[in-house]
């Protein structure tokens, strides 16, 4: 039987807006706009150079992909050649003109190093290319750390060479001489404490932490429990970890506990690559649409300004994955999942500002009993994780899930028709892919694809449903301004009703050299440095467009293997400073007559 859609008794803050247009293009399948939109969006040229600590996901894969970066070995070997008081330094950019020559251990930093002369001896570049070009002679080895290497035709090396992609971590100090740059910490981690204790083959973690997202259904998460690490044999390692989730904001209703918990065990078969072996059984507040947004800037959007940009569910079950490292890059995924999927509502935790407003309220999701089923894959090709330069990132899954219990929620049939209340089962599907392309020492072109929702099967659940507009994907349009919502349809949650979305996203970046701050140094330990302040801040132009939409027949759907009409998708422009650990945006719809916008950002934007 199903319920009746019972939203809160306050006033809706915003009208619904009407679905996107039903025109549509005629493409065979829905493979084949995306390949379109691949060969036209995301093919970068001939171009010459190219969340929070505590991450409670029960659907992640067992054990995290090989850690990429630059070997700690290389690292070292950087520093001490770099910092040798008988290396030459060069100024980063130099070009060594024909009929010049240079001998001896010698070292550049940032820029392009251009030989067309001649260098006997050995050659180390840190976060930057080196070019030979014709004429050019190198006679020694070569170590490019953070860039490329390129011999032009005419040019000549005789010696070694060794190339990483991956950038040195590394800063100069007023002395000239490089330092190790300490990793930024995310906003996440800046209330976590732990303690690791280390005996052999075992080691042990005790974890206290408040880096979950704050949102308006559980408050501030408080987590707390241990891990426990073993490795038995070279070739296998495993982990233990069990945490408890304390929700501090009051909820008098049966459908939240106060304490959730998530256990988990993983195992790694022949790391780094081989496979990997995921058990866990949780209780936890999951999130609805959580790819547009990182965790980190929900909980302080919601904590600072009183606006959570995300909807939640209950979900409590057990989950297994089985993952294949097939290279260092790329990883495969296989997931079943047997869980109960329940409505939460909001509560009304405090928030710096705006406090004395009523949060949004949460809505109700198809309640039931859920398996499923999926298969994922991510390749990471990106030279750096956290700052990355060059390089491909691909994330993408399909997803089947079915349901003998499920309790729909009556939504408009200008939404979803009926879904069955017994014998229920949908397939979705999600693709990331991301490009990053180094045009040169100074400017980057970023590019990404993405789309998701309903491949096959019965209608979507409320939970797995999408839309469009807000900080992230779309920031020159309000939050989901892009709903599938039916005209007269009104309820004060603004939930996401969309089947399907799809967004096209293009920014430049180019740094300022921009350094205000001050370097402090580790007394006991003078190779590490902290900067404070504002280091390589970037001057950011972003483009996107995209658009979501309800798939099938009838008015103001488009059919399942077309996409919308390029005139039906939204667009929009902006102009920011990204100063790395905060960044502000302003950004203006190009397709319809929305108000300049401004945003804060706690990070880059993908």
């Not at 994955?321 to 405090?350: C, F, H, I, M």
């Amino acid at each position: 039987m199903s319920r009746p859609w019972r939203p809160a008794r306050r006033e809706a803050r915003e009208s619904a807006r009407p679905q996107p247009g039903a025109l549509a293009t005629p493409v065979p399948g829905l493979a084949g706009p995306l390949l379109l939109l691949l060969a036209l969006a995301l093919s970068p040229g001939p171009l010459r150079a190219q969340d929070s600590v505590i991450v409670i996901d029960p659907n992640a894969p067992a054990g995290d992909s090989a850690a990429l970066g630059l070997p700690a070995e290389v690292l070292g070997e950087l520093l001490q050649v770099y910092n040798d008081s008988l290396t030459l330094r060069l100024p980063g950019g130099i070009a060594l003109p024909r009929g010049a020559r240079l001998g001896g251990t010698i070292a550049a930093f940032r820029g392009i190093t251009h030989v067309a002369g001649e260098v006997d001896g050995r050659l180390v570049i840190v976060n930057g290319d080196l070019v030979i070009e014709p004429g050019g002679v190198v006679r020694g080895d070569i170590l490019v750390a953070g860039g490329r290497l390129r011999v032009e035709p005419g040019g000549r090396h005789d010696g070694e060479a060794r190339v990483y992609w991956d950038a040195a971590p590394v800063a100069r100090q007023p002395d000239g001489t490089l330092a190790i740059r300490e990793r930024r910490r995310p906003i996440g981690e800046l209330a976590t404490a732990e303690k690791t204790f280390q005996s052999g083959n075992l080691g042990a973690t005790l974890l206290l932490s408040t880096g979950q997202t704050y949102n308006r259904v559980e408050g501030l998460p408080i987590v707390f429990g241990a891990a426990v690490d073993w490795r038995p044999a070279a070739d296998l390692t495993g982990r233990l970890d069990a945490r408890g989730i304390l929700r501090t904001a009051g909820d008098p209703s049966p459908f939240r506990r106060d304490l959730g918990w998530l256990v988990r065990t993983d195992w790694r078969i022949a790391p780094p690559r081989g496979f990997g072996l995921g058990v866990r059984v949780y209780s936890v507040i999951a999130g609805i649409e959580e790819h547009p947004l990182p965790r980190d800037e929900i909980g302080w959007n919601a904590f600072f300004f009183h606006r959570d940009n995300r909807d939640y569910f209950s979900s409590e079950g057990v989950a297994g994955t089985l993952s294949a490292y097939a290279t260092r890059r790329l990883r495969l995924d296989g997931t079943l999942r047997y869980e109960k999927q329940g409505s939460v509502r909001a509560n009304d935790p405090w928030s710096l500002f705006r406090n004395g407003e009523a949060w949004r309220p949460n809505p109700l999701i198809d309640d039931g009993h859920y398996t499923i089923a999926g298969v994922a894959a991510e390749y990471d090709g990106r030279n750096s994780r956290d700052e990355p330069t060059s390089g491909w990132w691909l994330r993408g899954g399909v997803e089947h899930a079915s349901s003998d219990d499920v309790a729909p929620v009556a939504l408009p049939t200008a939404v979803r028709r009926p879904i069955p209340a017994g014998d229920y089962g949908y397939s979705r599907f999600t693709l990331d892919l991301r490009r990053y392309n180094r045009l040169s020492a100074d400017a980057r072109l970023n590019l990404r694809l993405w789309a998701g929702g309903w491949l096959a099967g019965d209608p979507l659940p409320v939970q797995r449903r999408l839309s469009l507009g807000g900080v992230d994907l779309l920031p020159g349009y309000p939050f989901r301004a892009l709903a599938c919502a039916p005209a007269r349809f009104r309820d004060p949650a603004e939930p996401a009703l969309c089947d399907r979305s799809l967004v096209v996203q293009a920014e430049f970046r180019h740094r300022l050299g921009l350094r205000l701050g001050t370097t402090v140094r580790d007394r006991n330990h003078p190779e590490y440095s902290r900067f404070v302040g504002i280091h390589d801040a970037e001057l950011v132009i972003l483009g996107n467009s995209g658009t979501a939409w309800l798939a099938g027949q009838g008015p103001g759907r488009v059919p399942s293997d077309r996409i919308p009409t390029i005139g039906e998708w939204k667009a929009d422009v902006g102009l920011g400073i990204d100063a790395g650990w905060i960044a502000g945006y302003l950004a203006k719809a190009v397709t319809d007559g929305e108000a300049l916008r401004f945003y804060l950002r706690l990070g880059r934007r993908f």
